[in-house]
C-alpha cells in the first residue's frame, strides 16, 4: 500500500454530475421517516459501475488500493471505503471510492473498526478515526514495514488492523511481492555498478529502477511499496543517506479498548476426496473470486455419480470429531486399505485431512481442526411444525440435515415474530432479504410479522407464509435456516462467512424459479460459498466461469471424474440438455425424434420410390400437426433439405468438441487401466 493523491472530481466533469445526483437520490431516501425506509435500502446498487471505475483505473494506475496487485480493465471492482450499509450517505462520496481487487474486497467486506483517536488532550477532543489506512488522506509508510521476503508488517495499531482485514500476507501476495523484491535488488546492483553518479538520492534511484524492472508505463509498478524499501535498505548499505519517513504515532488512551479486528476469513480453496464410499480420487477446485462476491461450485451429473457423497465427504472433515458418530470404516470405499479427505484452503494455513482405515472405527486427523461456519442440508429439507419453537443457541456449524432426511428446518418464523429477541431494526433487514428472495417490489411490498408466524404484503393483499406454494416454501425454509445460524445481532446479510453445502438445490422448484434460485441465493449471501448439486440445466443459469463441474462414471464403473465445463451466457434451455451437459441427442419425445430422422434421411435420397415419397409425406403431416409448423413454405423446406444434406459435413459445434473430447479422455483412461491390468 503505497499514499496516493487524489485529484479533484472536476477533473471527470461527467463523473461530477453522475455522483452529485445519485447523492441527492440517497439524501432524499434518508430525509423519509424510518417507517418509509423500513425494510428498504437506500438507492445505491449498481449505479454507474462502469464509469467509476473509469475514473478510479485511471487514479490508482490500474492496481488494487490496497494490496497493490494489478487489475485487469474488465474487473469492475471497486471500494466504498466507508461501507455503504453502515454510512449510506458516503456512498457517493469521491473520497471514499478506492479501486479494489475482489480479493481485499471479500476479506474486507463489512469490517471497519473505528477508535477514538487523538494525540493529545481529552477524551471530549478525540473523533472516530478509522483503524484501516486510508491512502489518500494517511502515509501508509508510517505504519507500514514491507520486507525483501515479501512480508508486511505493522507499526502500529493502524497498520497491524490493516494487515489484518485486508488479509495482506495472504500468500499470493507475499510471493509476488518477493518476485518483484528480488527484480528491485537485481536493477539496484545493475544501476550501480553502471553508473559513477555520486550524489545518488533515493528518489532518483526509484525512478531509475522503475525504468529497469517494469514496462508497463505505470507511474508507480505493482507493489512499489516492496520496491521503495529494497531501495532504500540497499542505499543505506551503501552510506547514501536516506529519508526514512517517522512512523505514525499511535494511538492515545487504553490499547484494551481497541475494537476486535477480525482475522481473515478462511475459505475453502480445494478438496481432494480418495477412497471415500464410491470415490476412488477426485479433486475439486473453486473459481477465482469475482465480482465482489463467493464463487459458487455446482455438481452436476446423473444419479449415482456420487455428488451427495462429495457433500457427505467435506461435512465429515468440516465437522470436528465429536460430531462424527459413525464408524470411520464405514465410509472406506468398497476393498481399498485406506482413504482421506484433504481440504486446501486460501490463506496458505496447514491442509486439513481426515484419515480412514479398513478394521478401523476411529478418523485420524492431521493439521489443524478447521473453525469456520458450515451448514449441510440433505434432498428433503423438511419444513419445521408451525408450533415448534427454535432452540435459542445458534448452530453455525450444523449438517445434521444432509446425514438424517427427517432433520427439520429450524421453525425460524417463530424466532423471527420474538420482538424482544429480534429488534425493528435486525427485522428489516431480515425482511428486506426475503422480499429480495420472493421476488416480490421493494419499494411496495413487505414482510408483516404477527404473534407467532409471519406474513407477506403484497400490494394490498396479505398472504401468510403458510399459505405460499410448496416451492416458495421450501426456499423460504432454507434461507431463514441460513440465516438464523449464520447471521449477526444485526440481522445484515450482506458481510456472512460461510459454508453452505446444498443437496439436490432444484428441489420442489418451479421452472421460473430454477433459473433463478443461483442469482436469488448468492445476491442475499454474496460472501458465503456455495456446493451445491442438481439434475436440471435450468439451475446452471446464474453461475459465472469456472463454477460448474459434471460428474461422470467411467465404463469400467469403478471410478468417478469431474470436468469444469463453462455454459454461456445466453444459451438457451434445450442447447443446454443436447450439449455436453446432460448429454440428450434431443430434447423432444423419442418417437418424434425418430419420425425426424426418419424424414431427414429420406430427404437425403436422390431418388426415392413412390411408397418413400408417400412416407415422407405422411412424415410431413404428423410432423406439423406435433410441432404447429414443419416444412410449410419453401424456404422451411430449403432449411431442412440443406440441413439434412450438411449433417455429417458441417464443422463439430463447441459442444460437441467437449463431448468427443470427453470420449476420448475416458477411452485412453479405460485402455490405460487396461494396460496396467
Given amino acids: 500500500m503505497i499514499h496516493v493523491d487524489r485529484p479533484s472530481l472536476s477533473r471527470f466533469p461527467v463523473l461530477q454530475s453522475l455522483l452529485a445526483a445519485n447523492f441527492l437520490k440517497v439524501a432524499e431516501f434518508l430525509a423519509q421517516p424510518a417507517s418509509a425506509r423500513a425494510q428498504r435500502r437506500a438507492p445505491i446498487k449498481s449505479q454507474h459501475t462502469g464509469e467509476i471505475h473509469a475514473a478510479l483505473y485511471q487514479i490508482f494506475d490500474g492496481k488494487c488500493a490496497y494490496c497493490e496487485s494489478v487489475i485487469s480493465s474488465g474487473e469492475m471492482t471497486f471500494d466504498r471505503f466507508w461501507p455503504s450499509s453502515t454510512y449510506p450517505e458516503r456512498a457517493f462520496d469521491w473520497n471514499n471510492l478506492y479501486l479494489c481487487c475482489s480479493e481485499c474486497n471479500l476479506y474486507k467486506s463489512g469490517h471497519f473498526p473505528l477508535v477514538n483517536y487523538g494525540l493529545a488532550g481529552d477524551a471530549s477532543e478525540r473523533a472516530p478515526t478509522p483503524l484501516l489506512l486510508d491512502p489518500c488522506s494517511t502515509q501508509p509508510e508510517q505504519s507500514l514495514e514491507f520486507g525483501a521476503d515479501g512480508n508486511v508488517c505493522g507499526l502500529n495499531a493502524f497498520g497491524n488492523a490493516t494487515i489484518k482485514t485486508f488479509a495482506l500476507n495472504r500468500p499470493s501476495l507475499i510471493a509476488s511481492r518477493s518476485a518483484r523484491a528480488k527484480e528491485a535488488k537485481l536493477a539496484c546492483s545493475k544501476i550501480w555498478h553502471s553508473n559513477t553518479l555520486l550524489n545518488w538520492s533515493d528518489s532518483i534511484f526509484i525512478d531509475r529502477v522503475i525504468e529497469t524492472i517494469d514496462h508497463s508505463g505505470r507511474r508507480r509498478p505493482s507493489h512499489f511499496a516492496v520496491v521503495i524499501a529494497v531501495v532504500r535498505q540497499f542505499l543505506i548499505e551503501r552510506a547514501i543517506p536516506v529519508k526514512i519517513p517517522e512512523p505514525r504515532p499511535n494511538i492515545v488512551g487504553d490499547f484494551d479498548r481497541l475494537p476486535e479486528v477480525q482475522p481473515p476469513a478462511r475459505w475453502l480453496r480445494a478438496v481432494e476426496i480418495e477412497n471415500f464410499k464410491a470415490?476412488?480420487?477426485?479433486?475439486?477446485?473453486?473459481?477465482?473470486?469475482?465480482?465482489?462476491?463467493?464463487?459458487?461450485?455446482?455438481?452436476?451429473?446423473?444419479?449415482?455419480?456420487?455428488?451427495?457423497?462429495?457433500?457427505?465427504?467435506?461435512?465429515?472433515?468440516?465437522?470436528?470429531?465429536?460430531?462424527?458418530?459413525?464408524?470411520?470404516?464405514?465410509?472406506?470405499?468398497?476393498?481399498?486399505?485406506?482413504?482421506?479427505?484433504?481440504?486446501?484452503?486460501?490463506?496458505?494455513?496447514?491442509?486439513?485431512?481426515?484419515?480412514?482405515?479398513?478394521?478401523?472405527?476411529?478418523?485420524?486427523?492431521?493439521?489443524?481442526?478447521?473453525?469456520?461456519?458450515?451448514?449441510?442440508?440433505?434432498?428433503?429439507?423438511?419444513?419445521?411444525?408451525?408450533?415448534?419453537?427454535?432452540?435459542?443457541?445458534?448452530?453455525?456449524?450444523?449438517?445434521?440435515?444432509?446425514?438424517?432426511?427427517?432433520?427439520?428446518?429450524?421453525?425460524?418464523?417463530?424466532?423471527?415474530?420474538?420482538?424482544?429477541?429480534?429488534?425493528?431494526?435486525?427485522?428489516?433487514?431480515?425482511?428486506?432479504?426475503?422480499?429480495?428472495?420472493?421476488?416480490?417490489?421493494?419499494?411496495?411490498?413487505?414482510?408483516?410479522?404477527?404473534?407467532?408466524?409471519?406474513?407477506?404484503?403484497?400490494?394490498?393483499?396479505?398472504?401468510?407464509?403458510?399459505?405460499?406454494?410448496?416451492?416458495?416454501?421450501?426456499?423460504?425454509?432454507?434461507?431463514?435456516?441460513?440465516?438464523?445460524?449464520?447471521?449477526?445481532?444485526?440481522?445484515?446479510?450482506?458481510?456472512?462467512?460461510?459454508?453452505?453445502?446444498?443437496?439436490?438445490?432444484?428441489?420442489?422448484?418451479?421452472?421460473?424459479?430454477?433459473?433463478?434460485?443461483?442469482?436469488l441465493l448468492r445476491d442475499i449471501f454474496p460472501t458465503v460459498r456455495f456446493i451445491t448439486t442438481t439434475h436440471d440445466p435450468l439451475c446452471a443459469n446464474g453461475l459465472e466461469e469456472g463454477e460448474l463441474q459434471v460428474l461422470y462414471e467411467l465404463p469400467s464403473g469403478h471410478e468417478r471424474k469431474a470436468e469444469q465445463i463453462n455454459i454461456p451466457r445466453g444459451t438457451r434451455t434445450d442447447d443446454i440438455l443436447t450439449g455436453p451437459w446432460f448429454g440428450l441427442p434431443s430434447t423432444m419425445d423419442d418417437d418424434t425424434w425418430r419420425k425426424m430422422n426418419e424424414h431427414s434421411n429420406l430427404l437425403q435420397q436422390q431418388e426415392r420410390s413412390k411408397e418413400e415419397d408417400t412416407t415422407m409425406s405422411q412424415l410431413e403431416q404428423e410432423l406439423r400437426a406435433r410441432l404447429g409448423v414443419f416444412g410449410d413454405t419453401h424456404t422451411q423446406r430449403a432449411v431442412l433439405a440443406v440441413a439434412a444434406m450438411m449433417r455429417d459435413v458441417l464443422p463439430q459445434s463447441r459442444a460437441d468438441q467437449i463431448s468427443r473430447a470427453r470420449l476420448r479422455t475416458v477411452l485412453d483412461e479405460q485402455n490405460s487401466e487396461n494396460g496396467d491390468a
Fill in 279 to 519: 470415490i476412488k480420487a477426485l479433486r475439486l477446485d473453486f473459481a477465482t473470486p469475482q465480482h465482489n462476491r463467493q464463487p459458487w461450485l455446482m455438481l452436476l451429473g446423473e444419479n449415482g455419480v456420487g455428488k451427495t457423497t462429495i457433500l457427505e465427504a467435506i461435512a465429515l472433515a468440516m465437522i470436528g470429531g465429536d460430531n462424527r458418530k459413525d464408524p470411520a470404516d464405514r465410509w472406506l470405499r468398497q476393498g481399498a486399505l485406506r482413504g482421506h479427505v484433504r481440504l486446501i484452503w486460501n490463506d496458505g494455513s496447514p491442509d486439513f485431512m481426515l484419515g480412514f482405515r479398513r478394521g478401523q472405527s476411529q478418523f485420524s486427523t492431521q493439521g489443524p481442526i478447521p473453525d469456520m461456519p458450515i451448514l449441510a442440508y440433505g434432498a428433503t429439507r423438511l419444513l419445521p411444525l408451525e408450533v415448534e419453537q427454535p432452540s435459542a443457541i445458534r448452530r453455525p456449524r450444523n449438517i445434521a440435515n444432509l446425514f438424517d432426511p427427517l432433520q427439520a428446518l429450524a421453525p425460524v418464523q417463530a424466532y423471527l415474530c420474538n420482538r424482544k429477541a429480534v429488534n425493528s431494526t435486525a427485522f428489516d433487514h431480515l425482511a428486506y432479504s426475503l422480499i429480495q428472495l420472493l421476488d416480490l417490489d421493494d419499494q411496495r411490498d413487505k414482510i408483516i410479522r404477527g404473534r407467532h408466524a409471519l406474513r407477506a404484503r403484497i400490494g394490498t393483499r396479505e398472504t401468510s407464509f403458510a399459505e405460499l406454494s410448496g416451492g416458495r416454501k421450501s426456499v423460504l425454509g432454507l434461507a431463514m435456516d441460513i440465516m438464523f445460524n449464520l447471521a449477526g445481532g444485526d440481522g445484515e446479510m450482506r458481510h456472512l462467512e460461510g459454508l453452505v453445502l446444498l443437496d439436490e438445490i432444484e428441489l420442489h422448484l418451479h421452472p421460473r424459479w430454477k433459473v433463478k434460485i443461483v442469482k
